[in-house]
């Protein structure tokens, strides 16, 4: 059977999502290809010869981009079995199955698509009825990358003295144990989660070394869901490949749980840790449900600097529940925790995204908050009760945009944001002359985040 495997965009790396599926189809007797459309563009022979083809979309960006692919991709492929499969796509199940998609799968997707190839080998090509998402226990094999781009097309890693590396891009483990509200992992695992067996992690983590990687960046939703699998991968990769560094995501609740380990994790080459912080205002982190406090993230920064490590934190300004004044005391304790150099400026930008099956939705009075559901944005629009706080998002959307497009620096995109938040309130600003920046911090070319729409560039693909 021939298998074209997409993925539309995984925040500029390598995905493991094509790579490790690839690999599994091959050992099952399948001719794979594989397209990632953040680097190539849809490839009309290669897909005209696809029996079966699966769309990888793990996140919001890569949903909205192959809502806008999948005319293309059927019209190439009119005989072809269509099959979405990652976090995003049984929530988004009805726009799919309207744009030509046969088949849908979540949480541990390999066992359905190996029962997918072997239905349709068997000619059974009867239309799902419903998604399938598994948590079944999965043999996990070690990922083919051959079939990819090569690891310099994706992003890098830059030091603070202007370095570069080369990035791989490795997971651990899928789901995770916490509840945190507006998390798109949570509504498919439910508070559960799985590992990948360390001999596969090191074999994938040594196949990209060889390719060139002088960084690893590990995409579980959070590295510490299992802390005692998560030190002894780092360990072994410390040991084989002592020149390699890596980055992570941890939870504010796990650096200050696992306080003790963080040093570890600076022996064995780790850079930067990325923390979904999202807000300061204690309140609205209850609503969410995230387990931290803003004095927790506050002390999980000093604990990261005393460690030696750099703190990325990334945030969710903008909800129902924002005030202008809330939004301003983010931006002073960045300045306060010398940050400002530590944050993409598109984080600061960043509006609440409510898709459907949101444990949001579960909040007393969050329903009435939202209006009907956006098939564009594949999410439920929201208006502020002040219309302020819409209308400083945009700005600030805008302003980042333009600063991003002209090149200019973190700090002086921050000033400028500064200066708009004290405008929208009719305060002065001057406090800003005396604050500090930071220092720079290990960072990839490209941000961490994954709720905005597509920009052109990424839809010109197709």
């Known amino acids: 059977m021939r298998v074209v495997l997409i993925s539309p965009y995984e925040i500029g790396r390598q995905p493991f999502g094509l790579a490790e599926p690839a690999a599994l ?43 806008e692919a999948l005319p293309r991709i059927c019209d190439i492929t009119p005989h072809a079995h269509i099959c979405v499969y990652g976090l995003y796509a049984p929530m988004n199940e009805k726009l799919l199955t309207t744009l030509g998609v046969d088949t849908v799968l979540s949480g541990e997707f390999e ?114 869901n299992g802390p005692g699998h998560a030190l002894k991968i780092v360990r072994a990769l410390h040991q084989e490949f002592p020149h390699v560094t890596y980055d992570a995501t941890i939870k504010i609740e796990h650096i200050l749980r696992h306080r003790d380990l963080l040093f570890d994790l600076k022996d064995t080459g780790c850079v930067f840790i990325t923390s979904a912080v999202e807000l300061v205002d204690d309140r609205i982190l209850e609503y969410l449900n995230k387990g931290h406090t803003k004095q927790d993230f506050i002390t999980a920064t000093w604990l990261l600097r005393d460690a030696g490590i750099a703190l990325a934190p990334t945030f969710i300004p903008f909800t129902p529940w924002t005030t202008l004044e809330g939004y301003i005391e983010l931006l002073k304790e960045i300045i306060d925790l010398n940050l400002v150099e530590s944050i993409p400026p598109v984080q600061l930008s960043i509006r609440l995204l409510v898709p459907n099956g949101s444990h949001l939705f579960r909040q007393p009075g969050f329903r009435e908050k939202v209006e009907a559901f956006d098939p564009r944005m594949l999410g439920y629009r929201w208006t502020h009760r002040d219309s302020r706080v819409d209308r400083l998002q945009l700005e600030v959307r805008a302003c980042v945009m333009e600063a991003e497009r002209d090149g200019r620096s973190r700090g002086e995109t921050f000033a400028e944001i500064w200066q708009l938040a004290h405008r929208a309130i009719g305060k002065s600003s001057s406090m800003l002359a005396h604050y500090c920046v930071g220092k720079r911090i290990p960072h990839l070319s490209e941000p961490w985040y994954c709720c905005a729409e597509p920009t052109s560039q990424q839809l010109a693909s197709f």
């Open 25 to 67: 189809l091959m050992r099952a007797g399948c001719t794979v290809d594989c397209l990632d459309l953040s680097i190539q563009k849809l490839n009309p022979g290669l897909l005209a010869k696809a029996e079966l083809v699966g769309i990888y979309i793990a996140m919001h960006t890569a949903t909205c981009i192959a809502a």
């Open 111 to 224: 066992p359905g698509l190996l029962s997918l190839v072997n239905r349709l080998r068997s000619s059974d090509t009867a239309v799902q009825t419903k998604p399938e998402v598994s948590l079944s226990k999965v043999r996990f094999v070690v990922p083919d990358r051959s079939k990819l781009p090569e690891l310099t097309k994706y992003a890098h890693l830059i030091m603070p003295d202007g370095t570069h590396k080369t990035v791989g891009f490795a997971e651990t483990s899928r789901g995770c144990k916490h509840l945190c509200r507006h998390c798109p992992v949570v509504p498919i695992y439910e508070g559960k989660f799985s590992v990948v067996p360390r001999d596969v992690v090191a074999a994938d983590i040594r196949n990209q070394v060889e390719a060139g990687a002088g960084h690893i960046s590990f995409g579980d939703p959070d590295f510490l």
